[in-house]
T-cell receptor
Protein backbone atom coordinates (compact mmCIF):
# COMPACT_ATOMS: atom_id res chain seq x y z
CA UNK A 1 0.00 0.00 0.00
CA UNK A 2 1.48 3.40 -0.92
CA UNK A 3 2.51 5.65 1.93
CA UNK A 4 3.53 9.23 2.47
CA UNK A 5 7.25 9.42 3.23
CA UNK A 6 9.25 12.16 4.90
CA UNK A 7 12.95 12.94 5.16
CA UNK A 8 14.89 13.34 7.30
CA UNK A 9 13.39 11.53 10.27
CA UNK A 10 15.29 13.82 12.62
CA UNK A 11 16.88 17.20 11.91
CA UNK A 12 18.98 19.13 14.38
CA UNK A 13 19.75 22.73 13.55
CA UNK A 14 21.00 25.86 15.23
CA UNK A 15 18.77 28.82 15.90
CA UNK A 16 18.68 31.18 12.94
CA UNK A 17 19.51 28.51 10.38
CA UNK A 18 17.28 27.58 7.47
CA UNK A 19 15.82 24.09 7.27
CA UNK A 20 13.96 22.28 4.54
CA UNK A 21 11.74 19.36 5.42
CA UNK A 22 10.87 17.02 2.60
CA UNK A 23 7.80 14.96 1.89
CA UNK A 24 6.88 12.60 -0.89
CA UNK A 25 3.08 12.42 -1.03
CA UNK A 26 1.19 9.46 -2.42
CA UNK A 27 1.58 9.65 -6.17
CA UNK A 28 -1.96 10.32 -7.39
CA UNK A 29 -2.82 12.73 -4.58
CA UNK A 30 -3.46 16.38 -5.37
CA UNK A 31 -3.88 18.00 -1.95
CA UNK A 32 -0.97 18.40 0.40
CA UNK A 33 -0.67 19.51 4.00
CA UNK A 34 1.81 20.30 6.72
CA UNK A 35 1.03 19.93 10.41
CA UNK A 36 3.09 20.59 13.50
CA UNK A 37 3.06 18.82 16.84
CA UNK A 38 5.03 20.23 19.75
CA UNK A 39 6.07 17.45 22.09
CA UNK A 40 3.16 16.31 24.22
CA UNK A 41 0.68 18.63 22.55
CA UNK A 42 -1.99 18.38 19.87
CA UNK A 43 -1.47 18.25 16.13
CA UNK A 44 -1.78 21.77 14.67
CA UNK A 45 -2.59 22.64 11.07
CA UNK A 46 0.00 24.76 9.28
CA UNK A 47 -0.86 24.93 5.60
CA UNK A 48 -2.70 23.25 2.76
CA UNK A 49 -1.54 23.28 -0.86
CA UNK A 50 -3.37 22.53 -4.06
CA UNK A 51 -2.75 23.25 -7.72
CA UNK A 52 0.66 24.74 -6.95
CA UNK A 53 -0.57 27.28 -4.50
CA UNK A 54 -1.44 27.65 -0.85
CA UNK A 55 -5.16 27.12 -0.35
CA UNK A 56 -5.26 27.78 3.39
CA UNK A 57 -2.81 28.59 6.16
CA UNK A 58 -2.96 29.01 9.89
CA UNK A 59 -1.67 31.90 11.96
CA UNK A 60 1.32 29.74 12.86
CA UNK A 61 2.39 29.79 9.20
CA UNK A 62 4.03 33.21 9.18
CA UNK A 63 6.58 34.73 6.81
CA UNK A 64 9.30 32.44 8.14
CA UNK A 65 7.54 29.47 6.55
CA UNK A 66 7.15 28.60 2.90
CA UNK A 67 6.07 25.55 0.94
CA UNK A 68 6.97 24.37 -2.49
CA UNK A 69 6.38 21.52 -4.86
CA UNK A 70 9.66 21.70 -6.74
CA UNK A 71 8.98 18.70 -8.96
CA UNK A 72 6.29 16.13 -9.58
CA UNK A 73 6.95 14.16 -6.43
CA UNK A 74 8.32 16.28 -3.59
CA UNK A 75 6.53 18.70 -1.30
CA UNK A 76 8.76 20.78 0.95
CA UNK A 77 8.41 22.98 4.01
CA UNK A 78 11.08 25.61 4.50
CA UNK A 79 11.69 27.50 7.69
CA UNK A 80 13.89 30.47 6.89
CA UNK A 81 15.33 31.36 10.26
CA UNK A 82 14.55 28.77 12.89
CA UNK A 83 13.64 29.66 16.45
CA UNK A 84 13.79 27.48 19.54
CA UNK A 85 10.00 27.28 19.57
CA UNK A 86 10.02 25.69 16.10
CA UNK A 87 11.22 22.48 17.74
CA UNK A 88 8.45 19.98 17.04
CA UNK A 89 7.38 17.03 14.94
CA UNK A 90 6.32 18.10 11.46
CA UNK A 91 3.86 15.87 9.66
CA UNK A 92 3.09 15.95 5.98
CA UNK A 93 -0.24 14.62 4.71
CA UNK A 94 -1.79 14.13 1.32
CA UNK A 95 -5.12 13.13 -0.14
CA UNK A 96 -7.00 12.68 -3.34
CA UNK A 97 -10.53 12.94 -1.94
CA UNK A 98 -10.82 11.76 1.64
CA UNK A 99 -9.26 10.70 3.96
CA UNK A 100 -5.89 12.31 4.49
CA UNK A 101 -2.87 10.07 4.81
CA UNK A 102 -0.03 11.13 7.06
CA UNK A 103 3.70 10.67 6.82
CA UNK A 104 5.83 9.43 9.72
CA UNK A 105 6.99 12.93 10.60
CA UNK A 106 10.28 14.79 10.89
CA UNK A 107 11.47 15.65 14.37
CA UNK A 108 13.03 19.11 14.23
CA UNK A 109 15.26 20.11 17.11
CA UNK A 110 16.45 23.70 17.22
CA UNK A 111 19.36 24.35 19.59
CA UNK B 1 -15.36 28.82 14.64
CA UNK B 2 -14.34 25.48 16.07
CA UNK B 3 -15.71 22.91 13.68
CA UNK B 4 -14.70 19.81 15.64
CA UNK B 5 -14.87 19.59 19.41
CA UNK B 6 -13.35 16.86 21.52
CA UNK B 7 -14.29 17.89 25.03
CA UNK B 8 -12.00 15.49 26.86
CA UNK B 9 -8.30 16.20 26.65
CA UNK B 10 -7.46 13.20 28.86
CA UNK B 11 -9.41 10.01 29.48
CA UNK B 12 -8.42 7.08 31.66
CA UNK B 13 -10.24 3.76 31.86
CA UNK B 14 -9.43 0.38 33.32
CA UNK B 15 -8.63 -2.55 31.07
CA UNK B 16 -11.81 -4.36 30.15
CA UNK B 17 -14.02 -1.33 30.81
CA UNK B 18 -16.06 0.33 28.08
CA UNK B 19 -14.65 3.49 26.56
CA UNK B 20 -16.28 6.36 24.73
CA UNK B 21 -14.37 9.24 23.19
CA UNK B 22 -16.63 12.15 22.37
CA UNK B 23 -16.62 14.18 19.20
CA UNK B 24 -19.04 16.88 18.16
CA UNK B 25 -18.93 18.80 14.92
CA UNK B 26 -20.37 21.93 13.43
CA UNK B 27 -21.18 21.88 9.74
CA UNK B 28 -24.37 22.66 7.85
CA UNK B 29 -23.65 20.46 4.84
CA UNK B 30 -23.20 16.71 4.54
CA UNK B 31 -20.19 15.85 6.65
CA UNK B 32 -17.72 13.07 6.36
CA UNK B 33 -16.29 12.13 9.73
CA UNK B 34 -13.14 10.23 10.58
CA UNK B 35 -11.26 9.02 13.60
CA UNK B 36 -7.47 8.96 13.54
CA UNK B 37 -5.23 7.30 16.12
CA UNK B 38 -1.68 8.29 17.02
CA UNK B 39 0.36 5.81 19.01
CA UNK B 40 3.32 7.16 20.92
CA UNK B 41 5.61 9.17 18.60
CA UNK B 42 4.11 7.67 15.45
CA UNK B 43 2.18 9.04 12.52
CA UNK B 44 -1.55 9.60 12.62
CA UNK B 45 -3.30 6.55 11.22
CA UNK B 46 -6.82 6.38 9.93
CA UNK B 47 -8.91 4.33 12.33
CA UNK B 48 -12.49 4.72 11.13
CA UNK B 49 -14.57 6.60 8.62
CA UNK B 50 -18.29 6.93 9.10
CA UNK B 51 -19.09 6.06 5.50
CA UNK B 52 -17.71 2.55 5.80
CA UNK B 53 -19.57 1.77 9.05
CA UNK B 54 -16.94 -0.78 9.97
CA UNK B 55 -15.40 -1.92 13.23
CA UNK B 56 -11.64 -1.62 13.49
CA UNK B 57 -9.75 -3.04 16.49
CA UNK B 58 -13.09 -3.35 18.23
CA UNK B 59 -13.88 0.36 17.83
CA UNK B 60 -17.09 1.65 16.29
CA UNK B 61 -18.43 5.12 15.69
CA UNK B 62 -21.89 6.18 14.58
CA UNK B 63 -22.68 9.48 12.99
CA UNK B 64 -25.60 11.12 14.76
CA UNK B 65 -26.68 14.04 12.61
CA UNK B 66 -29.33 15.14 15.08
CA UNK B 67 -26.77 15.53 17.85
CA UNK B 68 -23.96 16.39 15.40
CA UNK B 69 -21.80 13.79 17.08
CA UNK B 70 -19.45 11.02 16.03
CA UNK B 71 -18.42 9.39 19.28
CA UNK B 72 -15.88 6.57 19.24
CA UNK B 73 -16.74 3.52 21.33
CA UNK B 74 -15.23 0.23 22.36
CA UNK B 75 -16.93 -2.19 24.75
CA UNK B 76 -13.76 -3.58 26.35
CA UNK B 77 -10.65 -1.41 26.41
CA UNK B 78 -7.22 -3.00 26.00
CA UNK B 79 -3.85 -1.67 27.11
CA UNK B 80 -2.75 -1.35 23.49
CA UNK B 81 -5.57 1.14 22.93
CA UNK B 82 -3.62 3.74 24.90
CA UNK B 83 -2.98 6.48 22.35
CA UNK B 84 -4.04 9.90 21.16
CA UNK B 85 -7.32 9.96 19.22
CA UNK B 86 -8.30 12.73 16.80
CA UNK B 87 -11.71 13.27 15.31
CA UNK B 88 -11.73 14.90 11.87
CA UNK B 89 -14.39 16.49 9.69
CA UNK B 90 -14.16 16.67 5.92
CA UNK B 91 -16.43 19.22 4.25
CA UNK B 92 -15.63 18.22 0.68
CA UNK B 93 -13.11 21.02 0.58
CA UNK B 94 -11.11 21.07 3.79
CA UNK B 95 -10.25 18.86 6.72
CA UNK B 96 -10.74 20.04 10.29
CA UNK B 97 -9.20 18.18 13.21
CA UNK B 98 -10.24 18.23 16.82
CA UNK B 99 -7.76 18.89 19.58
CA UNK B 100 -7.45 15.22 20.42
CA UNK B 101 -8.16 12.99 23.40
CA UNK B 102 -5.35 11.13 25.10
CA UNK B 103 -6.65 7.71 26.16
CA UNK B 104 -4.85 5.78 28.87
CA UNK B 105 -5.95 2.23 29.60
CA UNK B 106 -4.94 1.23 33.11
CA UNK B 107 -3.93 -2.43 33.51
Amino acid sequence: EPEVTQTPSHQVTQMGQEVILRCVPISNHLYFYWYRQILGQKVEFLVSFYNNEISEKSEIFDDQFSVERPDGSNFTLKIRSTKLEDSAMYFCASREGAPQYFGPGTRLTVT
Amino acid sequence: AQRVTQPEKLLSVFKGAPVELKCNYSYSGSPELFWYVQYSRQRLQLLLRHISRESIKGFTADLNKGETSFHLKKPFAQEEDSAMYYCALYTGNQFYFGTGTSLTVIP
